[in-house]
């Protein structure tokens, strides 16, 4: 499998995605609807990066050079005429350079992070998958139609990840690492913390 992919979109957010989550974004600008025309010709996606400084909507960004590759998996016309879409995650990449076209839009070079290790969530940290599903019956949650899995460390971290109320520079750690008991460890710590406060 090439690793590279190259000339793809990057959409700099402020929050972050990873494999297997989805999340409703709302395009308005030009530069990100001709990228969604471009995705759809193409059937391809787009990297979405979190913001390191700057604003979602116009101006100069930077953003973090490890994000997620997304698929679009919805789109329809919402109440205030806008248009909304819904992605999700497929795999990690690393952002290797990256420029901005005339119209704004982010365009890099990136090559996909290996998949990290399948595993189960081990006995110390059962409390996690709770804490999954009781987030995951929150009606925003449901309605995204994510299949969530409660037994493998990858699916809880990952989600954990997205859903809890963290600090996105966590999120962006917490994305960043490759391996999942590592991720579960932290969130653990994170979890600890939040109860505390």
């Known amino acids: 499998m090439n690793n590279m992919i ?41 990297v979405v990066v979190l913001l390191s400084r700057g604003n979602e909507t116009g101006g100069p960004a ?4 490890v994000g997620t590759c997304v698929d679009i998996v919805d789109f329809q016309q919402l109440d205030n005429g806008l248009l909304g879409i819904t992605v999700e995650g497929d795999c990690k990449v690393r952002v290797l350079r990256n420029w ?43 309605d995204l139609g994510m299949t969530l899995d409660f037994e493998d460390a990858r699916a809880v971290g990952w989600r954990l990840t997205e859903l809890l109320p963290l600090e996105v520079h966590q999120k ?16 653990q710590a994170l979890l600890e913390t939040l109860d505390g406060s």
């Open 62 to 65: 930077q953003f973090h050079d």
């Open 172 to 187: 962006q750690h917490l994305l960043e690492l490759q391996d999942p008991l590592e991720r579960l460890e932290n969130l």
């Open 6 to 46: 190259r000339d793809i979109p990057l959409f700099p957010l402020g929050s972050v995605i990873l494999p297997g989550g989805r999340i409703p974004m709302q395009l308005f600008e030009p530069r990100y609807l001709d990228m969604l025309t471009r995705c759809m010709k193409q059937q391809s996606g787009f």
């Open 100 to 142: 901005q076209q005339a119209d704004g839009l982010h365009v890099g070079d990136v090559e996909r992070l290996p998949p990290e290790p399948g595993a189960p969530v081990p006995g110390h940290l059962r409390e996690l998958p709770s804490v999954l599903k009781a987030l995951s019956r929150h009606p925003v949650i449901k």
